[in-house]
């Protein structure tokens, strides 16, 4: 036996980069497959409230070829994605820190980043599914009509819009405990996504949360969202700054609190 | 030949507490090493230091004569700690194949759950595993990898005696196969089974480093054990030069330097004697000596040894 472990000499010093990132991926969205307990009200809740409310009030016309039923749609579109991210990646990180699931990943070669990316690609697969039910409600029963290049774009603008919503989500999973983390994201997710419009129109809003709203991550990302119907309160390079803007404070915050999180276990 | 893992003046401090205080150890290919010591002695400390899950305050760790975070040095160990969670939902064999991916020339999934004693339950989840199982999948993980050397942080705490026994033999076939095996317990039949070099740790430094045969041998005690059918408690036992007692329903154990002065004073104080047993001190023994300390385990009177651990998980 001493034979095989000395004349095994080691072909290649580490693992290839995308053996890892297949496997780790592929582990992400096993977990998701195996627990649905996880994701189910980021699936289902956008289009219940959906077709709640945009089919109920949805065929007030709001412009050419435009209902509200289309801005309902794109709203519970910023809505999922803006959840999953926050509450299955974010609260995801403080699951796996409580569960020591980090120690045992650190103790391996594995890079980080690579269970990181993981993640988030595990909750792009659960967003592009989300939107995919909406959509196909929105189209089979409220009418909503786009062309391919109108989806893509809308689509497009739902993804990288809610990028610092990833950074809230991984500031609260690196910075809070297991038990902590889904209140805190409730109670810093839900008010804002009302304060800005995501829920209901912002003009239905009272005047002080308006005012407040404007300076909301999650204000600038319905309006680029609102925006693919010309609808937006703002145009789209000002929702696009203001969107870049707080994609770095919540990045370098959630950056911060990782490595804090990283000096206390592995120091 | 260049050490596999090292630790060179290492120190470590949690805040104000100094959990090692100059270890220096190496250990060359090979070599299967028990870190032996009570809770808290720093035997976890030094394998995180080895690992580089903690770094050393000063002083230094070199893993494969690399920083022990190098990914290259990593590749070639395999891992298993105290306490780590896995993701759950995924099954056995799917979590072993997760892990042989992030090592460059890994195993056969099918050997790994082979060497583990796990392949009748490669399609169960790991969060329905019991606590034995459990155990062995975690192993499976550290050795998925081909490891040429393994860390294993108190490898058989929680187990019954029946699982502990073939867990033993398990650890015992992978070092047969010239891997090199650094493991912690505060079991000392564990170490004396498995290892052919004890590291006894005690209070953050390496107060011995030897084969099990040298560290008892360290010590010139006897231990004296029989049965006692009258009832005796300490008091009758007052003023006999004794390292260490142990009573429990009519069984004396005891270990002294001067086994002769020690039963000419029982049979002067009447004391009834049956089974009579003087043997040469275990290892057990040679760490009470060593340490000046009780028990490894839990500081209790009574040496708890595997035997009379109660069955958990």
Redesign the interface.
């Known amino acids: 036996?001493?034979a095989?472990?000395?004349s095994?000499r080691?072909?290649?010093?580490?693992?290839?980069l995308g053996?890892?990132v297949?496997?780790?991926v592929?582990?992400t969205l096993?977990?998701y497959?195996?627990?649905p307990a996880f994701f189910v009200f980021s699936l289902v809740l956008p289009v219940f409230f959906y077709s709640f409310f945009g089919l109920a009030f949805g065929q007030q016309r709001v412009a050419r070829n435009v209902t509200v039923s289309y801005l309902i749609m794109a709203q519970m579109g910023a809505y999922a994605v803006s959840s999953i991210l926050v509450f299955n990646i974010g609260i995801g990180q403080a699951n796996?820190r409580?569960?020591?699931?980090d120690?045992?990943l650190?103790?391996?070669?594995?890079?980080a980043w690579v269970a990181l990316f993981a993640d988030v690609v595990g909750g792009l697969a659960l967003s592009l599914l989300s939107l995919l039910a909406l959509f196909v409600v929105a189209v089979a029963a409220g009418g909503v009509r786009l062309g391919l290049p109108e989806w893509g774009s809308l689509l497009l603008r739902l993804l990288l819009g809610s990028l610092p919503l990833l950074g809230l989500g991984l500031a609260i999973g690196y910075g809070a405990s297991q038990n902590a983390a889904p209140a805190l994201a409730n109670l810093i997710y839900l008010p804002m996504s009302f304060a800005s419009g995501m829920f209901i129109p912002i003009q239905t809003l009272p005047d002080f949360v308006r005012a407040i709203a404007h300076y909301l991550p999650a204000y600038h990302y319905t309006q680029l969202v609102l925006g693919q119907f010309g609808v937006s309160q703002e145009a789209l390079w000002r929702s696009a700054l203001w969107l870049a803007g707080w994609g770095i404070v919540l990045f370098a915050v959630a950056i911060r609190l990782y490595r804090l999180d990283q000096i206390r276990k592995?120091? | 030949m260049e050490p596999v893992v090292e630790l060179v003046r290492a120190h470590k401090r949690y805040g104000s507490v100094e959990a090692l205080r100059g270890v220096d150890l190496a250990i060359h290919r090979g070599e299967v090493v028990a870190m032996l010591g009570p809770n808290g002695a720093g035997k976890t400390t030094s394998i995180n230091l080895m690992?580089g899950?903690?770094?050393p305050t000063s002083g230094q760790a070199r893993l494969f004569g690399r920083d022990p975070g190098d990914?290259?040095a990593?590749?070639?160990c395999g891992?298993m700690?105290q306490?780590?969670?896995?993701?759950?939902?995924?099954r056995v064999r799917?979590l072993v194949?997760?892990?042989?991916?992030?090592?460059?020339?890994p195993m056969p999934a099918g050997r790994a759950l082979a060497l583990a004693g796990l392949e009748e339950q490669a399609r169960v989840?790991a969060n329905k595993l019991s606590g034995g199982q459990l155990r062995r999948l975690y192993y499976a993980?550290a050795i998925c990898?081909?490891p040429?050397l393994l860390f294993l942080d108190e490898p058989t705490v929680g187990l019954d005696v029946e699982s502990r026994r073939a867990f033993l033999g398990t650890i015992a076939d992978f070092a047969?196969?010239?891997?090199t095996i650094v493991l912690t317990t505060h079991y000392l039949e564990e170490a004396d089974e498995l290892a052919e070099r004890v590291v006894v740790i005690d209070r953050g430094r390496v107060i011995a480093d030897a084969s099990p045969g040298e560290i008892k041998s360290q010590v010139a005690g006897k231990r004296v054990s029989f049965d006692c059918p009258q009832p005796l408690d300490e008091a009758a036992l007052q003023g006999l030069p004794l390292r260490h007692l142990e009573l429990r329903a009519g069984k004396v154990r005891m270990l002294t330097n001067q086994p002769e002065e020690v039963l000419r004073e029982m049979f002067r104080r009447g004391i009834e004697i049956r089974n009579l047993e003087v043997t040469g001190a275990d290892l057990e023994e040679a760490f009470l000596a060593l340490t000046g300390r009780h028990t490894p385990a839990n500081g209790v009177q009574t040496a708890r040894r595997p035997e009379a651990e109660e069955v958990v998980g």
Request: hydrophobic letters at 35%; aromatic letters at 8%; glycine letters at 8%.
């Open positions: 036996m001493n095989t472990l000395t095994q080691r072909r290649a010093e580490v693992a290839p053996r890892m297949a496997a780790q592929r582990g096993l977990f497959w195996r627990n796996r409580a569960t020591g699931q120690r045992l650190r103790a391996t070669p594995l890079p592995f120091a | 690992l899950l903690r770094r990914r290259q990593r590749s070639r891992v700690l306490e780590s969670g896995l993701p759950m939902g995924l799917e194949d997760l892990f042989r991916a992030y090592y460059p020339d989840q993980l990898g081909d040429e047969a196969e010239g891997r």
